[in-house]
């Protein structure tokens, strides 16, 4: 099995700020990986696929980069609508998992 | 406009079987561009990948629950099901389901319905 690691668990950040999440495998995932964004008792939203294509109608704020092992998610300048959580998931074969996610919080 | 809609009892107790349904609306469940998924999210966790059906009845499952789940389509009601067999208060979740493509990515996902176990 693949195991997908996430960093870090939690983020305080503020508006304005740069912020990267990590996206560790444990073997090549070539660039099949995506994340997605997630509010309270809402679905996850996917706002990058194959490591780098932006999801239409996510903001180009939010960049993906990264292939074979490891993989960013980037917000160029925070706002108060991406305080949430964020996920990477990967794709291997016909199998998928999801990281254990990132809290982005207000600082 | 694609949507998503999923639908079963929100309670169950152990040893039941769970049975959910997903109600495709603005696409064909049979068309061979898309397949489609199961995710669950037990509360305070992140999405756990339950399996996909492909166009062609195709299914792959999460080794982890192979042995007691099952997705089917029905075409003519544009329908996906899901069941999982012998539940236990560790399959109480948030379960969704949504539409993934050649991108391998979940590009679109229902509201989500809560199922608890419970005795």
């Known amino acids: 099995d693949i195991q997908m690691t996430q960093s870090p668990s939690t983020l305080s950040a503020s508006v304005g700020d740069r912020v990267t999440i990590t996206c560790r495998a444990s073997?090549?995932?070539?660039?099949?990986l995506a994340w997605y964004q997630q509010k309270p008792g809402k679905a996850p939203r996917l706002l990058i696929y194959r490591a780098s294509s932006l999801e239409r109608g996510v903001p180009s704020r939010f960049s993906g980069s990264g292939s074979g092992t490891e993989f960013t998610l980037t917000i160029s300048s925070l706002q108060p609508d991406d305080f949430a959580t964020y996920y990477c998931?990967?794709?291997?074969?016909?199998?998928?998992?999801f990281g254990q996610g990132t809290k982005v919080e207000i600082k | 406009q694609l949507q998503l809609q999923e639908s079963g009892p929100g309670l169950l107790k152990p040893s039941e079987t769970l049975s959910l349904k997903c109600t495709v609306s603005?696409?064909?469940?049979?068309?061979?561009?898309?397949?489609w998924g199961w995710i669950r999210q037990p509360p305070g966790k992140g999405p756990q990948w339950i399996g996909n059906i492909y166009y062609s009845g195709t299914t792959f499952y999460n080794p982890s629950l192979e042995s007691r789940v099952a997705i089917s389509a029905d075409t003519s009601k544009n329908q996906l099901s899901l069941t999982l067999r012998s539940v236990t208060a560790a399959d109480t979740a948030m379960y969704f389901c949504?539409?993934?493509?050649?991108?391998?990515?979940?590009?679109?996902w229902g509201q989500g319905t809560l199922v608890t176990v419970s005795s």
């Open positions: 073997q090549s995932i070539s660039m099949w």
């Open positions: 603005g696409d064909s469940i049979s068309s061979s561009r898309f397949y």
């Open positions: 998931q990967h794709y291997n074969d016909y199998w998928r998992s």
């Open positions: 949504a539409r993934s493509d050649i991108s391998a990515s979940y590009h679109y």
